[in-house]
C-alpha cells in the first residue's frame, strides 16, 4: 500500500474538513447576526406601535471598564480655600462638605444652569471636575456630576448638590473621588439602542410616553474590600405623556440587564 498517497488523502480531508467547518462557523454567524438584527427591528416597529415616541439612538457599541474607589480626606483641603462660604465636613463611609453661602446669588430663570455652572467652576473646591446632570436635578436640587479621566460618575460619593430656594442659590454639598482604579481591561458596551430596546423587553417603559433623555455613566454597582465598585450603565429618562412625569431607568451597559434604582443622589 502506498503510505505517502494514504497520507495525502488524509490532508487533503482535513483541509476540506476545516474549510467546511470555517465555512459553516462563518454561516452561523451572519444568520446570528441577521437575527438580532431582525428581532431589533421588530422590537422597534413594536415600541413605535405603544406609542412610544423615540428620539434618534445609537447603534455605535462604546468601551468601559469596571472602576474601584476608596474613601478618601481630599475635601478636607477646601477650608483654606473656599470663601465667603460657612464650611462644615461630615466624615463616615465617605466625606461630605456642606457649605452656606454668606450672600445667596439670585438666579435668573433664563440663565440658571449657566449661572450655576460658573459657580461650581470658580467657587467649588475642585469645580472644574464637575458637569451638570439634569437626568439627577429637580428645580430646588440641581446636580453636577463628578467627570474625572475615567469618565462621567452618577454617584452620592461624586457630586455637588446646589440648593435653590426662590431663583436663589443658598447652600451646597459636595463629595469627591480623588482616585479611581480601573479593575479589568475596557469592554465593549451595550448601545444606546440596545439599552432601550432592553428596557421595553422587561415592560419598563409603559404606553404612551417618550423617551427624552439617555447617557452613559458610572453607576454604583457594590461595596466590596473597603471599595466602591462602578459599572457603565445607561442612564433613560421615561417621561409619562399623560402627567408630564420623568423617571430614569438605569441598564447595566456590560450585563445588558437592568439595574433597580437606589437613592444615590
Request: charged residues 20%; hydrophobic residues 40%.
Amino acid at each position: 500500500m502506498d503510505f505517502r498517497r494514504i497520507e495525502w488523502i488524509f490532508l487533503v480531508v482535513f483541509v476540506g474538513l476545516n474549510i467546511f467547518l470555517g465555512i459553516s462557523f462563518f454561516q452561523a454567524q451572519q444568520v446570528d447576526l441577521a437575527t438580532t438584527k431582525s428581532g431589533d427591528a421588530a422590537t422597534i416597529t413594536d415600541i413605535t406601535r405603544d406609542q412610544i415616541k423615540l428620539p434618534h439612538l445609537s447603534k455605535q457599541t462604546p468601551e468601559g471598564d469596571y472602576l474601584a474607589s476608596q474613601a478618601n480626606t481630599a475635601l478636607s483641603a477646601a477650608h483654606s480655600k473656599l470663601v465667603k462660604q460657612q464650611v462644615s465636613i461630615s466624615e463616615g463611609d465617605y466625606q461630605e462638605l456642606q457649605a452656606s453661602l454668606d450672600t445667596p446669588i439670585t438666579l435668573k430663570k433664563s440663565q440658571q444652569i449657566r449661572q450655576l455652572t460658573t459657580f461650581v467652576k470658580d467657587s467649588i473646591y475642585h469645580g472644574s471636575e464637575y458637569e451638570y446632570a439634569p437626568a439627577l436635578s429637580s428645580d430646588e436640587r440641581v446636580v453636577f456630576a463628578q467627570h474625572p479621566k475615567a469618565g462621567l460618575i452618577y454617584d452620592r460619593r461624586a457630586a455637588v448638590t446646589l440648593h435653590v430656594v426662590d431663583d436663589r442659590l443658598v447652600s451646597y454639598s459636595q463629595t469627591y473621588l480623588a482616585k479611581l482604579s480601573v479593575l479589568r481591561d475596557r469592554l465593549n458596551l451595550m448601545s444606546e439602542q440596545d439599552a432601550v430596546i432592553t428596557l421595553y423587553r422587561d415592560n419598563d417603559i409603559p404606553n404612551n410616553s417618550a423617551i427624552v433623555s439617555t447617557k452613559l455613566a458610572y453607576s454604583y454597582l457594590l461595596d466590596a474590600k473597603g471599595s466602591t465598585v462602578y459599572v457603565p450603565a445607561w442612564y433613560i429618562g421615561v417621561k409619562n405623556r399623560a402627567t408630564g412625569n420623568v423617571t430614569v431607568k438605569r441598564v447595566n451597559a456590560i450585563t445588558r440587564t437592568v439595574m433597580k434604582n437606589r437613592n444615590d443622589n
